[in-house]
């Protein structure tokens, strides 16, 4: 197979979704051919802002592993990591604004995925179809059907691709899955996730022009054409709708991962959610320009094992109210926290039983050992697994968009009478008086609830519902649209 020149590359990017894209594979790792521990592979990040920062920090840490390509819609955190890397190593990487000219590149065998959430699958797609193997961070998708296209990607062309679900390479969650697993402490009756973070209102930003540095077509992807303003870049695009999806995907991808390792499940069979953008700021009528919930609450169905999600990012005083970022596993004799099992009676233990351990090295240096032998199978969070655990908080998100405004009274009604999702519920609402120090009810809040809502586990749809089915997918933008063949 020849490899592509620039036109006929630029070209291929552009046709239609439906299309499918066939790129040169060459190189060593590209190749597919076995390297050895002493083999160099070389590696391109995209997406080089904080996060990717600090996976070229890590990766530059893994033994005769090089940093060889930078990319960034941003000219000057190009121009900023390549100046950093020339200093530290002595050898200056390349750099383009334009994802699809790196691909170019033969001497790239690896890509290193921190752009925004919603250029993770279509970069994933592309850099499989040219030979290239994946780190992606999480979450792989920012729409559910993204997800297994890049699963389906990493199969067809015999692709490493890695998911940057970090907890997947530590022993302790390892324990807490096989604990699970064996019901050394009973039969699992619950599970929580939790993604408190402490969010500030965003305020309100004037549509300007983008600045000459940035790209700002090429920062868009495939998100919905927009003009710019300063709250989708470089960080406040994780809660508009087009570019990022809520603390529910932010963080709460890392906890619902754990959950479906120690479940060993892949999709649940239904959905409720409720929720609200709520925040602090009386002076805008506690509105600000974000979209996704800064208060969410999910219920889902796991073959009769109630998963139960909240996201609150309204921070009371640190005295009051603790950020929680988490997975709890609730059985008959207690309740496994972190690595420690807390039962209903007696002293907490640390949990200790047999268990597979995670291949070793952490998730970077797993990733460049799967990398070298062509193991898919070695990898800890190969995006086999990791989609699911990325589709998750979309059947949630996706949920919520269908609800209609209710009051928080009749959002708990609508949410059942499971005890462990009313206590977590009431816990929210009492962060929320402290918060709001009695100036504003939670009665009064504007939420919105959806109906319960079942799942196709296997066409992964709801089941006969094509209005929430919507959320589950985007209109293509040429030409950064996901192809439904990969």
């Given at each position: 197979?020849?490899?592509?020149?620039?036109?006929?590359?630029?070209?291929?990017?552009?046709?239609?979704?439906?299309?499918?894209?066939?790129?040169?594979?060459?190189?060593?790792?590209?190749?597919?051919?076995?390297?050895?521990?002493?083999?160099?592979?070389?590696?391109?990040?995209?997406?080089?802002?904080?996060?990717?920062?600090?996976?070229?920090?890590?990766?530059?840490k893994v033994p005769n592993v090089e940093i060889v390509y930078i990319v960034d819609a941003d000219r000057k955190k190009v121009d900023q990591r390549i100046g950093e890397l020339e200093k530290k190593t002595g050898k200056a990487p390349k750099g383009t604004q334009d994802y699809r000219v790196m691909l170019e590149d033969k001497e790239v065998d690896c890509v290193v995925i921190a752009t925004i959430d919603v250029w993770h699958s279509l970069q994933t797609i592309w850099a499989c179809q040219a030979g290239k193997d994946v780190y992606c961070e999480k979450p792989v998708s920012q729409r559910l059907f993204e997800g297994r296209k890049c699963a389906e990607a990493a199969q067809k062309y015999n692709r490493i691709v890695q998911h940057g679900t970090q907890r997947?390479?530590?022993?302790?969650?390892?324990?807490?899955?096989?604990?699970?697993?064996?019901?050394?402490?009973?039969?699992?009756?619950?599970?929580?996730?939790?993604?408190?973070?402490?969010?500030?209102?965003?305020?309100?930003?004037?549509?300007?022009?983008?600045?000459?540095?940035?790209?700002?077509?090429?920062?868009?992807?495939?998100?919905?054409?927009?003009?710019?303003?300063?709250?989708?870049?470089?960080?406040?695009?994780?809660?508009?709708?087009?570019?990022?999806?809520?603390?529910?995907?932010?963080?709460?991808?890392?906890?619902?991962?754990?959950?479906?390792?120690?479940?060993?499940?892949?999709?649940?069979?239904?959905?409720?959610?409720?929720?609200?953008?709520?925040?602090?700021?009386?002076?805008?009528?506690?509105?600000?320009?974000?979209?996704?919930?800064?208060?969410?609450?999910?219920?889902?169905?796991?073959?009769?094992?109630?998963?139960?999600?909240?996201?609150?990012?309204?921070?009371?005083?640190?005295?009051?109210?603790?950020?929680?970022?988490?997975?709890?596993?609730?059985?008959?004799?207690?309740?496994?926290?972190?690595?420690?099992?807390?039962?209903?009676?007696?002293?907490?233990?640390?949990?200790?039983?047999?268990?597979?351990?995670?291949?070793?090295?952490?998730?970077?240096?797993?990733?460049?050992?799967?990398?070298?032998?062509?193991?898919?199978?070695?990898?800890?969070?190969?995006?086999?697994?990791?989609?699911?655990?990325?589709?998750?908080?979309?059947?949630?998100?996706?949920?919520?968009?269908?609800?209609?405004?209710?009051?928080?009274?009749?959002?708990?009604?609508?949410?059942?009478?499971?005890?462990?999702?009313?206590?977590?519920?009431?816990?929210?609402?009492?962060?929320?008086?402290?918060?709001?120090?009695?100036?504003?009810?939670?009665?009064?809040?504007?939420?919105?609830?959806?109906?319960?809502?079942?799942?196709?586990?296997?066409?992964?749809?709801?089941?006969?519902?094509?209005?929430?089915?919507?959320?589950?997918?985007?209109?293509?933008?040429?030409?950064?649209?996901?192809?439904?063949?990969?």
């Amino acid at each position: 197979m020849s490899t592509m020149n620039r036109r006929s590359f630029l070209k291929s990017t552009a046709v239609a979704a439906g299309s499918t894209s066939v790129f040169a594979i060459s190189g060593t790792a590209a190749s597919g051919q076995i390297l050895g521990a002493n083999d160099r592979v070389r590696i391109a990040v995209a997406g080089v802002g904080s996060r990717g920062g600090g996976l070229i920090n890590e990766f530059g840490k893994v033994p005769n592993v090089e940093i060889v390509y930078i990319v960034d819609a941003d000219r000057k955190k190009v121009d900023q990591r390549i100046g950093e890397l020339e200093k530290k190593t002595g050898k200056a990487p390349k750099g383009t604004q334009d994802y699809r000219v790196m691909l170019e590149d033969k001497e790239v065998d690896c890509v290193v995925i921190a752009t925004i959430d919603v250029w993770h699958s279509l970069q994933t797609i592309w850099a499989c179809q040219a030979g290239k193997d994946v780190y992606c961070e999480k979450p792989v998708s920012q729409r559910l059907f993204e997800g297994r296209k890049c699963a389906e990607a990493a199969q067809k062309y015999n692709r490493i691709v890695q998911h940057g679900t970090q907890r997947r390479s530590e022993d302790s969650w390892a324990k807490v899955a096989a604990a699970v697993q064996n019901e050394k402490y009973g039969k699992l009756i619950a599970v929580k996730t939790y993604a408190n973070r402490p969010r500030p209102p965003i305020g309100f930003k004037p549509i300007i022009a983008p600045p000459e540095n940035l790209d700002w077509d090429q920062w868009l992807g495939p998100a919905a054409k927009m003009e710019y303003h300063e709250n989708l870049h470089p960080y406040n695009w994780h809660w508009f709708w087009d570019t990022g999806n809520g603390e529910i995907v932010n963080n709460g991808v890392h906890f619902f991962d754990l959950c479906l390792w120690a479940l060993n499940k892949k999709n649940p069979s239904s959905v409720i959610a409720f929720g609200s953008r709520f925040v602090k700021s009386p002076e805008t009528n506690y509105k600000d320009q974000g979209q996704t919930p800064t208060i969410l609450f999910a219920l889902y169905d796991f073959d009769g094992i109630p998963v139960i999600h909240e996201t609150c990012n309204l921070a009371g005083p640190k005295d009051k109210w603790n950020p929680l970022e988490t997975t709890e596993f609730y059985t008959e004799q207690g309740v496994i926290r972190g690595a420690t099992f807390v039962p209903k009676s007696g002293e907490p233990e640390k949990v200790e039983v047999e268990y597979k351990k995670p291949e070793p090295g952490g998730h970077y240096a797993n990733f460049i050992n799967a990398v070298r032998s062509r193991n898919s199978d070695s990898l800890n969070a190969p995006i086999s697994k990791g989609y699911y655990s990325a589709s998750i908080p979309h059947w949630g998100n996706a949920a919520y968009k269908t609800g209609k405004r209710e009051t928080f009274k009749v959002c708990r009604e609508k949410m059942g009478n499971n005890s462990f999702l009313q206590e977590t519920i009431d816990k929210v609402a009492a962060n929320f008086k402290v918060v709001f120090e009695d100036s504003v009810s939670i009665d009064d809040v504007p939420f919105q609830v959806s109906e319960k809502l079942l799942i196709d586990q296997q066409k992964e749809t709801f089941v006969n519902n094509p209005a929430a089915d919507v959320f589950l997918s985007r209109p293509p933008r040429k030409p950064f649209a996901i192809p439904d063949e990969v």
